[in-house]
Structures are given as structure tokens and as C-alpha cells.
């Protein structure tokens, strides 16, 4: 401690500091080198984190909820949002909706960030709202594979809901025209029939990847990906 003392001089070395005092208990002190380095280092988020954490053993519940809330304020998105989340525990409720009002901000404007709300998508997700998370993802849009894990997780309880996305991604898959893309189709069209098997809808998928077989009787790697993923050959 004496040689991390003597050398400090950055916000990083502070956060160094601080770490080692948290990590034996020394609270009060760690937090009085914690605000050196936000002094030194213009708010180093990984400095309001520790004191967060610092706060929260302390049992100052309002304090550790102001510092992440900064550091959400500063960095929106779902990483800062899971760590207020995670933070401020059974005091959540008091900033999720309007973290989710920020998350759902960044993609209003001409300007913005963002331009759609992926964020709020995955942090719903995150949260286990399936149902939550396909509204946001109808609503606001989101990234592909965003797409798929709310279709994965609707599936579980809902593959109705679920195989209309596999489907669509399978076909702006196929839209590659290269065999990687072919192979990941395939993959797609192999998950979407396992779950037309549970809807008793196997026939109609059956015969709509025929159709996309024929239309595409041309292209041997496709063929060739879709024999290797077990489906249906064409008649």
C-alpha cells in the first residue's frame, strides 16, 4: 500500500488503491481515495462503481443508486444498465423506467446514436421478459440476432410465435449466396422444423423448404447444406 501510495498519480492508480482497501474492509478509506481519482481522473466510471459498491456495504442505498445512475447517464446502453440494475438490487424499481426511457431516446432524433432500440431489446431479454422484449423488438427494431433470441426465447412457451422469425432470417440468409450463408440458412430451416414438429404444422414446413429447394435447384451448395441438415428433399 506504502509503494502504490507513493506512486499514485493517476485515476487508475487511485482505483488500484481503493480496490485493495475495499477488498480488506477499509470502506471509509477506500472511498476517500476513490474521490481523489474522481478529482484527478474527470470521473473515472470504474471509480463510481467501486464506491457503489463501497456505499452499498455501508447500507447507503440512495448513494449507490446516484453514482451508477451517472454512470448510465454518461454511457446508456445495456452493460450500464445491467450494473444499475445489479447495484442497486430491490432499489431498482426506482430507475428502471427511466433507463428504459433513455435506452428507448437514443434512437429518436436525427441524430441519434442508435436506430433502433437493440438496447432495450437486450436488456428485457435480460431480464427474462420474453413477451416485453418482442414488443420492444416490434416497436422499435432491432439487430438480427437480437431477433432470434427473442424468437428463441417465445419459443419456449410460443413456437408459433417463434417460426415466422426463423423462417424470415433463413431467407435473408440464403440472400448471402455463399455457403457459409447457405450453412447458417440450413441451421435455421433444422431449429424452424423442430419447432413446426410441436405445432403439428411439419407438413407445410416440409413443403415450403421443397419450394425453396426448387427455386434454388441451381445452386449445388445449398443443396448440399440442406441435405446435411436433415431437411426434406425436394420432390
Known sequence: MEVLQEDAESGYDYLRIARVLHAEGRNEEALEWIGRGLESDDGDPRLRGLAADNHRDAGRVELVGELLWKNFEERPGSVTYRELSSGTRADFSRWRDRALAVLKDLAAGEHARRQD???????????????????AANEGGCRQELWLNVARERAKAHPLDALPVLLREAERSLEGGTRPAYRHAAALLREARRLAQRTDGLEEFDHHVRQVRERNRRRPALQDEFTRAGLPQAK
Do not use: Y
Not at 432500440?117 to 414488443?135: I, K, N, P, T
Open 117 to 135: 432500440w437493440s438496447d432495450v431489446v437486450s436488456v428485457l431479454l435480460w431480464e427474462g421478459d420474453a413477451e416485453a422484449a418482442r414488443d
